[in-house]
């Protein structure tokens, strides 16, 4: 099993010879993190990962930030048979997806304010050689309905946005819903201008002792397991 951030919530993750990949084709949008565009050719190409194929290419949401339509034209260009999930108006709120090894739970769940156009949102339940993974990206603050998603479920690790760590209640779902939780979605400290950056280590410094199981990501690529 190897899990890559590759940018912002660009996750892929591999197990043996199958791979998805999570909001792994993204755009520029202010100070978050653009795929490589180096790495970005390799997976249209077919040769990242090295030793395995992509069998779903999934996305949270479609705002630039998470999103690049020209990167997955080209992608599904060579690949027209990978499972995907590109989040529309008319799609179900809740349903199961299989793609190669990984069985993949999708659940809507509104987008946090912002001031981006609307688009729909989900987050993802990912179980894998007896791992799970549970996926956020920018889903709004609301405890009670991660939880009534993963109903009682535990995930091996989980994935939050940096304004988790400014409450309560969402600090509570850090500590208990992941066995780890990572926090991705951040800019890369030296070009941040938004300040998420600052804000997360103050966070973290005035309330890490409520949180050992949560760890920042702010560098890219991070291989998170191996």
């Not at 791979?19 to 100070?31: K, P, Q, T, V, W």
């Not at 565009?37 to 040769?47: D, V």
């Amino acid at each position: 099993m190897e899990v890559t951030l590759l940018c912002s919530t660009g996750l892929l993750v591999c197990h043996g010879n199958s791979a998805i990949l999570f909001d792994g084709l993204n755009g520029r949008h202010g100070s978050f993190k653009q795929i490589d565009r180096m790495l970005a050719q390799r997976i249209i190409q077919g040769t990242l990962p090295p030793d395995a194929h992509i069998d779903g290419l999934f996305y949270s949401h479609l705002h630039p930030d998470h999103y690049d339509q020209p990167d997955n034209a080209a992608f599904l260009q060579k690949h027209p048979y990978v499972v995907t999930f590109f989040p529309a108006p008319e799609m179900p709120d809740h349903g199961i997806l299989q793609a190669g090894v990984f069985t993949v739970e999708y659940q809507y769940h509104e987008h946090m304010p912002c001031d981006y156009v609307w688009a729909k949102h989900y987050t993802f339940f990912v179980q894998v050689g007896g791992m799970s993974f549970y996926l956020t990206a920018d889903a709004e603050l609301s405890p009670e309905k991660h939880r009534a998603f993963l109903h009682g479920r535990i995930a091996d690790h989980g994935f939050f946005n940096a304004v988790y760590l400014s409450y309560p209640e969402t600090r509570k779902l850090l500590r208990e819903t992941a066995r780890h939780s990572w926090i991705y979605h951040m800019p890369e400290p030296e070009t941040d201008s938004s300040g998420i950056c600052k804000k997360a280590a103050k966070n973290l410094a005035r309330y890490g002792g409520e949180l050992p199981n949560v760890t920042v990501l702010e560098q890219y690529p991070t291989i998170i397991l191996r």
